[in-house]
């Protein structure tokens, strides 16, 4: 006699790669650098546990910029990572690799993470849907350190259900972990996909907080074609002053510089560093303990500031990144490391807000342009409140036909 169904692990046989910023025990984890060729992972990471316990199958490790920093994934130990709808073009970062094995029809889904939107850029870039969860959701154990809880580790996948189902297997907590999040209220986030999210009230802005930022045409104009999607079922769309201000990007800069140190590298392997995260680490050792601090302690306060608008609203809509996927080595087309960061800057200056705050955000790929690249936008929510978000998600996948599933790059 076989297994009861009840009895089978909830996502039996499915295939998730993991991203190689993540720990799968006995297997090599370069975290995207060529300075730890042949270090071999101790230990997993308890969402690589929870993700085989669940009955998925590693097909292998997804590529990821070095440390996970940029938002482009071009390294020294890997091909760039390159969006299927053109190969041309960069798949984003730093989940450039999942979300690319994803939209190539390699994998159904992948497991990424997201410190500064690199779940929701490559998503964009790619035509998925993707959650950044609520930050807590997710322990890091039992390695990786929570510390501002800016990063947490998410689901990329081509519809609402599946990534619903892999943050149900993926959620959990362990004891140390400095961040925990409220458990969804009906029991688990699969139950908020067939659940009609009634009418909801939605802010919308499209005004990036980084200086000189300019949001390209068609960008906006898949931001204005999800407004009326919204609108269209019902739901009453607001636009609001951006909630953060300029002021932030310089303190947010501080922890980024800082966190680029985070990863060990002896003085005898740190030529094989890639010049900007070689550049980022300089900044990064010069930044005090005070001023690290007092960076932390404005961005607090600035999301204390900003919850007050947000929370009165059931979701917030603006673009995920301000461009098209661009030209694969376009980011490093530049005289120096300092003019790659500003173009980062530049390019993704909306998703880093909900690393801030730790509001749970998603990307919907409702949109493409006449030449077939997809264009995506981002939904905030509620601290703690995925099951809005999904089940939002779900009702737009469901108007639109869930055309964005049925979609397939020429690379199938």
Not at 98 to 110: C, I, K, Q, R, T
Not at 324 to 336: A, H, I, K, N, Q
Not at 340 to 366: C, D, H, I, W
Not at 393 to 401: I, M, P, Y
Request: aromatic fraction near 8%.
């Amino acid at each position: 006699m076989g297994e009861e169904a009840g009895d089978l692990p909830p996502l039996l046989g499915v295939p998730v790669p993991i991203k190689d910023l993540n720990f799968v025990k006995d297997v090599p984890i370069h975290f995207g650098s060529a300075t730890y060729e042949g270090f071999v992972a101790p230990v997993d990471d308890s969402v690589v546990e929870r993700l085989r316990d669940a009955g998925t199958i590693m097909l292998g490790k997804t590529s990821t910029p070095e440390f996970g920093l940029p938002c482009y994934t071009e390294t020294y130990v890997s091909e760039p990572a390159r969006t299927p709808w053109d190969l041309s073009r960069s798949a984003g970062g730093s989940s450039g690799g999942a979300a690319a094995a994803v939209a190539a029809g390699l994998a159904p889904a992948a497991q990424g993470s997201d410190g500064a939107g690199s779940i929701r850029i490559p998503a964009s870039l790619c035509g998925l849907y993707g959650i950044k969860p609520t930050r807590g959701r997710i322990s890091y154990a039992p390695i990786v350190p929570d510390l501002a809880g800016l990063s947490t580790n998410g689901p990329i996948t081509r519809n609402v259900a599946d990534a619903a189902a892999l943050l149900d297997v993926m959620a959990h907590n362990n004891p140390g972990d400095l961040y925990w999040a409220p458990p969804p209220a009906l029991g688990s986030f699969s139950a908020y996909v067939g659940r009609e999210p009634g009418r909801l009230r939605i802010a919308r802005y499209a005004t990036p907080a980084v200086p000189g930022a300019q949001v390209d045409p068609d960008v906006l104009a898949a931001y204005e074609s999800a407004s009326a999607v919204l609108e269209s079922l019902g739901h009453d769309v607001e636009e609001i002053a951006p909630p953060f201000g300029e002021d932030m990007v310089p303190e947010f800069e501080k922890l980024w510089f800082s966190f680029a140190c985070m990863h060990p590298v002896s003085k005898e392997m740190e030529p094989k560093l890639r010049p900007l995260t070689a550049w980022l680490r300089e900044r990064g050792q010069a930044v005090p303990a005070p001023a690290f601090l007092q960076a932390q302690s404005a961005l607090q306060l600035a999301t204390r500031f900003a919850s007050l608008v947000t929370d009165q609203y059931d979701a917030v809509l603006t673009p995920t990144v301000t461009r098209l996927p661009v030209p694969v080595g376009w980011f490093e087309d530049v005289d120096s490391p300092e003019e790659t960061f500003e173009r980062m800057k530049g390019f993704a200056p909306f998703a880093a807000m909900y690393n801030v705050s730790g509001q749970p955000a998603v990307n919907l790929p409702l949109y493409w342009t006449p030449d077939g690249l997809p264009v995506g936008v981002m939904l905030g929510g509620r601290f703690g409140d995925e099951g809005t978000l999904i089940s939002l998600s779900a009702q737009v996948e469901a108007s639109v036909g869930g055309f964005w599933g049925d979609r397939r790059p020429p690379v199938w």
